[in-house]
């Protein structure tokens, strides 16, 4: 098997870890100790948050940090804008850390001072963390660009004898990298990009020397905690994870009748999905799912984009379902992420971490249709959706999932369904007809994997005490007679959807 070219054998090289949330994973272990590496992007995408934030790691752990600036702007005013921060210590300041501007000496008398400054301080202050903010700087006081480039090497040679690590911050973009890139060991950069999602912020590993690193655009944010990245879910996955001889004995999903179509039920640590129209029965269905799992004290994670878990709890009630009495008893739990902007790969790793955490042993997602509409890169889905649920799946979890499409019928449906087939094992098509002013909700099974099914299409319903599926499918073939064409699912609003007693 050909091997990604950014997934080399575990260095032994020394590192440096950064502390900041996701990033180590990224680097896969954090900067190689005694190299020098660029931070670059444009003003404000959070390159000095960044180096400070290492920087503040670094001195709290044991190690001396000095943050060197190339600009006027007083350190004070830095340190005031710091503050807000939580990894900011002002305790520390002036003994693990210290801040020191060099402007002087290069305005003066150009690089060769620069050099011997940077020499005198790393040596006085034995620092083994060197961040320089406006490096870009150095190439505007550098009479020539070959002078430019010896004074990086010289910097770099001179600060691996004295074991110090360097980042330097500067406003490079990926176009503008060129001059100093060959002499130095990695490129980090940071973007800003508009989407459909508002502004959205980018880290790219451009260039990691000697060690490997997880490729493609991570997303990141700036909280009071300083950066948090979020790793591309897709880039740590390599191949599918292999689980250990599991009971193949099948787990119900509360419904007679769907589990009578489904012959009993579906394997463990499969993946189920729902796809139907709003309002067509697919949260309900989840819950069955999880309610009967929690009747056999199996534990069960319910993760929901549309509901909150008061409203989800109330619209249970309604019908009769014991939602609240399990979670009341700790054996399933609600995760409510509200759909505005919450990152992608930030939503997945909350997930698995939570999964890791409960063990549940039955996990509902509703919907993987809010899912992907966080995606900035719609291309991305797929492969996303693919690490996902293998990652679950490993962890040895029964998911039950949901989406969103607008027909049943084959033509329209091939394209809505292929996206969300990724390593799905099985698949229920949930949609309904109106048919003389009244609604009828029709559920067919698409595919079963590793196990005989039904093929027929059933009626079911929406009753005081959960869903009916019938017995048979002489309801629903009566309904389609009737109809006389391909059935399409109707996309009502929700008060329409209300005045009809659905619930979704």
Request: charged residues 20%; hydrophobic residues 40%; proline residues 5%.
């Amino acid at each position: 098997m050909v091997e990604d070219s950014h997934r080399r054998a575990e260095s032994t090289l020394p590192r440096v870890v950064t502390g900041v949330p996701g990033l180590d994973e990224v680097f896969q272990g954090g900067f190689v100790r005694g190299g020098i590496y660029l931070l670059g992007g444009p003003p404000g995408s959070g390159k000095t948050t960044l180096g400070n934030q290492f920087a503040y790691h670094h001195a709290a752990t044991g190690g001396t940090s000095l943050f060197v600036t190339m600009m006027a702007e007083s350190h004070e005013r830095i340190l005031a804008h710091l503050g807000g921060f939580s990894f900011f210590d002002p305790g520390i300041v002036g003994t693990s850390i210290s801040y020191v501007s060099i402007y002087d000496e290069v305005a003066n008398d150009g690089l060769t001072a620069a050099l011997a400054a940077l020499r005198q301080l790393v040596r006085s202050h034995r620092a083994s963390l060197l961040v320089i903010d406006g490096a870009g700087a150095f190439e505007d006081f550098a009479t020539t660009s070959l002078e430019f480039r010896r004074f990086i090497q010289d910097l770099h040679a001179l600060l691996a004898v004295m074991g110090c690590t360097v980042l330097l911050l500067s406003d490079y973009d990926e176009h503008g990298v060129r001059p100093i890139g060959p002499h130095v060991d990695g490129i980090v950069l940071l973007e800003d990009r508009s989407s459909e999602l508002g502004d959205v912020r980018l880290l790219h590993v451009v260039k990691f020397r000697g060690v490997g690193y997880l490729p493609g655009m991570h997303q990141f944010a700036i909280t009071r905690n300083g950066i948090e990245v979020y790793p591309r879910l897709e880039s740590t996955y390599t191949a599918p994870s292999t689980i250990g001889p599991i009971d193949r004995t099948k787990l119900a999903t509360g419904i007679a009748g769907l589990d009578d179509m489904l012959h009993g039920g579906v394997l463990p640590a499969s993946s189920t999905m729902m796809l139907g129209a709003p309002g067509a029965g697919k949260t309900l269905t989840s819950l069955h799912f999880l309610i009967e799992g929690a009747k056999r004290g199996e534990r069960g994670v319910f993760v929901t984009f549309q509901e909150s878990p008061e409203q989800l709890l109330g619209q249970a009630n309604a019908i009769g379902l014991e939602v609240e009495r399990y979670v009341d008893d700790g054996l399933i739990t609600i995760f409510w992420y509200p759909p505005t902007g919450y990152p992608m790969d930030a939503w997945a790793h909350e997930v698995l971490r939570n999964v890791s955490e409960q063990k549940p042993m039955r996990l509902a997602i509703d919907s993987l249709s809010d899912v992907e509409r966080l995606a900035i890169e719609p291309s991305r889905f797929r492969p996303f959706l693919a690490a996902f649920i293998d990652r679950c799946r490993a962890a040895g979890v029964t998911m039950m999932l949901s989406a969103e499409i607008t027909a049943l019928d084959g033509p329209r449906l091939e394209p809505q369904v292929a996206r969300y087939l990724n390593r799905m094992e099985n698949t229920v098509l949930l949609g309904y007809v109106e048919l003389r002013s009244r609604l009828y909700r029709l559920i067919s099974i698409l595919k079963v994997g590793q196990s005989g099914y039904d093929t027929s299409i059933r009626e079911f319903r929406i009753t005081d005490h959960g869903i009916e599926v019938a017995s048979t499918f002489e309801s629903a073939e009566a309904v389609l007679t009737d109809v006389g064409e391909p059935v399409e699912s109707a996309r009502p609003s929700r008060s329409r959807m209300q005045r009809r007693g659905g619930h979704g």
